[in-house]
Every structure is written in C-alpha cells, then in structure tokens.
C-alpha cells in the first residue's frame, strides 16, 4: 500500500539550515547535511531544501550542497528556491536532486512547467503554491475567483509571489489545476495564513485542492503537532506533509510523528 | 573492485545511483558511450526520461549490451530501465524495447494518481531471487513512474507491488535484473538491494 510520506523542510542561507517563522525572523538551526543524515536516520521520507540566499553567489553554493547530499542521502530530495530557467533546473538535477520545486517563475512564465516536465518528466517538477485567504462579504463573488464557505467564512485564496511577499491576484485553485495540465507532477501548497503558527494546516484548501487535482499534493505550513498532520493527510486528503519548526527543534522525531500515524490507521513507512 | 557502468541515456540525475553503488562498495562510472562499456564487470541502465528518446539514445549501444548479457555480465535495470528491457512501451507512442524481457510497458490505471509517486511495499514472490536477499517480505521502497510491465508468461517476477493495478516491482533472468523502484533512493532497503547485485557481480 503506498505510504503516507511525511518532508522535513530545511530552509538553507548561504549553505546553512535557517527556519522562520512566517518567512521572517531568520534563526540558524545547522548544518544542512548533518540534518539531512539526523532526519534520514530517523525515517524521514524525503527532504525539501529551500533555498533563500538572495545574493549573488547563490547558484554556485547551492549546486556545492546539492552535490554533498547525493553523496550521503539515499532518499529522494527536493530542492526550490530561486529556480527561474530550465537551465536552472538542469543544474539541480544533474547535481544529485531528485525534483525542484518551482514557484514564482511557473507563475510569471506558465510554459517553464511545460517544458520541464517534457524534458526532464513530471516526476521531477513539483510546483510550489503560496497562497492566502481573501475574504469577501455575503453577496461579493469576484470575477474569476472560486469562493468557498469556510468555517472562518467565505474566501478565496490568492497566489504569492517572491518567498509570499507578493500577492498576484490570481485564482490559486485554478492555477493549481492549470499547473497540472501543463505538467506539474506534484503541488506543494503553503498557506500564509498559517504558515508558523502552529494551528494546523489549512485543510479547507486541501481538501478542495485534492477534490481538483489528480496528481500528489504535498501539505506545508502550519503543523505545530501530530494530530495537524494526522488532519492534513486524512480530512485533507494530501499524500505527503511538509514540516520544518516541530522536526527542527526537537519537539517531535519524525519517528513519533510516523508512529502516531500509524496508530490512527495512516500507512506509513516505519 | 567491481567496475560497474552506468548508461547515460541523456537526461536526468545519474549522481545518486553512482553514489548509491559508491557506497556498496563498487567502482561506479557513468558513460554515454560504446568505448564505455568496455572491460565493465556490470551494466546498470538507470531510470530517467521518457521511454521513447532513451530507446532512441539507447539504439547505438543496444547491441553491446546484448553481448555483454550474452558474456554473462550482470545488467540491472532501474524503474525507466527496467521497461527498457521489455519488447515495447506504449508511452507516447508505440516504442520497440530492447527485448530482454517478454511483455508489454502500458500505464497505469487512471483510477489512482499518476504518476505513482512515494513509498510503496515489496510482496516478495521468489526469496530466492539474489536482489532480495535480506530483504523482509512487505519491505517499502520507492517508485516514480507513470506505466509499469504487463509481463507475458515466462517471465519471472520476483516481487509485486500494488498500485490501482498488481504489477511487477522486481523481474529477472540471470544476468539480467531489474526493479521498478529506485534502490538509490530507498534507504537502507535499497542499499541492500544494491549491495545484492554487487555481491552478484562479484561472484
């Protein structure tokens, strides 16, 4: 039976393991390698590496870590951050990544999803979404905008841009399907309204999301303990959660987090 | 040492296989040419891209790799490269194999998500097959792919696996072995396996 997969997140500066609690207020937490060995020790399914250098040598220290992880991880690893080219994406993998995630380039230009799942496969391109909730009143349905009754009220939920600095005004239920025709073979979804708050991922959107798309959908932002991720792969139908603060700080292992899975019926690898 | 070549088809992170048969202890070399594939003790045809361009990729070395087989040199296929060595693929078209095994590539049922992408269990058919030995049956392992083998009588399927379909997760004739999952990602399951068609190479 396929496994429910749970992702710790690394967040990576300069070649350096940072989380922030909703992307601000930067904290250094390790070395990247060594948390990739502690979290592949302790069961880990697969590893995100986000990277948010923002400077100029980025590219070259980026590859440098992608190439030392292939080294010593035999599991799959995602990298995002910054990609913007299929060149890019090229480097990535050919470096030792498994996937990149691809998030404000997809938007800005649709057609690099295309064009990366043709030439590298689906398998390989998951395109990450940010996304917050408008609110809008009783009798407002805006144009172009799928409005959902949820329990905090109605909403929609828009795109953000630049690391979620930058909201796009555009659709993110329909854009998470138009990504899949183009060739996403998996969704990351974060949800800014609960990213570092510890309340639990938002599982209205997952649900809807899951109900839209066929391909993984991977859950990220907002578990401050088991039972948020236990919701997000079971009420929320996603196949994978992501998480970074609960595994990073040593509150939970990602042992104890697969084994209450597990308790509660969830497959998982153990 | 065992000196193991790894075909580069074209496209795709051939890094973590080379690593992951590093660290089982063999000499691990990745080539796109005939030249090559001289003097290797072993063949691994890894799992990237589309079916039909590394069929085409392929079409230059598949006769050196039907007499290194010949030779008794040891081949394994991994998740594309497993379906390479069948008669034909469907995906995208209609693509003749490299014909090692009987059977046909077709895709997955539409019924589950596509591609199959995550940790997934070994039902264990032949315990006796040299990739699994040490390997508990119920094992996971992970897959990403989209079509799997429908494998006509003859064949010998050493393990299943179930996903909107049953279908073989490992297949072998000796010398030739191959998986639908990727061993270089599986942990320590799939070092196992790795180490296994070492151990087999050595012999």
Redesign the interface.
């Known amino acids: 039976?396929?496994?429910k997969?749970i992702i710790p997140c690394l967040d990576v500066k300069k070649g350096r393991v940072v989380k922030g609690v909703g992307f601000k207020g930067l904290r250094d937490a390790g070395d990247p390698v060594e948390l990739a060995l502690a979290y592949?020790e302790q069961g880990a399914?697969e590893l995100v590496f986000l990277d948010i250098t923002a400077s100029y040598e980025r590219r070259r220290t980026l590859i440098d870590l992608v190439?030392r992880v292939?080294?010593?991880l035999?599991?799959?690893f995602t990298v995002g951050g910054g990609i913007r080219t299929v060149s890019d994406i090229r480097s990535v993998?050919?470096?030792?990544?498994?996937k990149v995630s691809i998030n404000t380039a997809a938007v800005k230009n649709p057609a690099i999803i295309e064009e990366a799942s043709r030439?590298?496969?689906?398998?390989?391109i998951v395109v990450s979404i940010d996304v917050k909730r408008v609110y809008v009143a009783e009798d407002e349905t805006p144009a172009g905008k799928e409005v959902l009754e949820t329990r905090r009220g109605r909403c929609w939920w828009d795109v953000y841009i630049y690391g979620g600095r930058q909201p796009v005004g555009m659709d993110a239920l329909r854009w998470a399907e138009r990504a899949v025709e183009l060739g996403a073979?998996?969704l990351l979804v974060s949800s800014l309204d609960f990213d570092g708050t510890k309340q639990g991922y938002d599982i209205e959107l997952l649900r809807e999301l899951s109900r839209r798309v066929?391909?993984?959908i991977i859950a990220s932002s907002g578990a401050g303990n088991p039972r948020h991720i236990l919701e997000a792969l079971t009420v929320g139908g996603a196949?994978?959660a992501l998480a970074a603060s609960i595994f990073h700080y040593g509150q939970y292992t990602v042992e104890e987090v697969k084994r209450y899975l597990a308790e509660h019926g969830v497959p998982v690898?153990l | 040492m065992v000196r193991i070549a790894i075909v580069d088809y074209g496209v795709g992170n051939l890094k973590s296989i080379r690593n992951g048969l590093r660290k089982v202890g063999a000499e691990a070399f990745v080539t796109g040419s005939v030249e090559g594939l001289k003097d290797v003790d072993a063949v691994v045809l890894p799992g990237v891209g589309a079916f039909g361009e590394a069929i085409r990729n392929l079409a230059d070395m598949s006769g050196v790799l039907r007499s290194l087989v010949d030779a008794g040199r040891p081949l394994l296929g991994i998740c594309l490269g497993l379906q390479l060595l069948f008669t034909a693929s469907t995906e995208g078209g209609f693509h003749r194999g490299l014909g090692f095994f009987r059977g046909l590539i077709v895709k997955l049922p539409s019924r589950v998500k596509i591609p199959h992408i995550g940790w997934n269990t070994l039902e264990i058919l032949n315990p006796g097959c040299v990739l699994l030995e040490d390997i508990p049956d119920g094992s996971y392992v992970y897959f990403v792919h989209s079509y799997y083998a429908k494998v006509e009588e003859g064949v010998n399927v050493d393990a299943e696996t179930v996903y909107g379909v049953r279908f073989p997760s490992v297949v072998s004739k000796e010398p030739v072995f191959a998986t639908q999952f990727h061993p270089e990602r599986s942990g320590k399951v799939g070092l196992r396996v790795l180490e296994n068609f070492v151990n087999y190479v050595r012999r």
Do not use: H, K
């Open positions: 039976m396929l496994a997969r592949y399914d190439e292939s080294e010593v035999f599991i799959p993998l050919s470096a030792g990544a498994d030439r590298f496969g689906s398998q390989c073979g998996e066929s391909v993984p196949d994978a690898r």
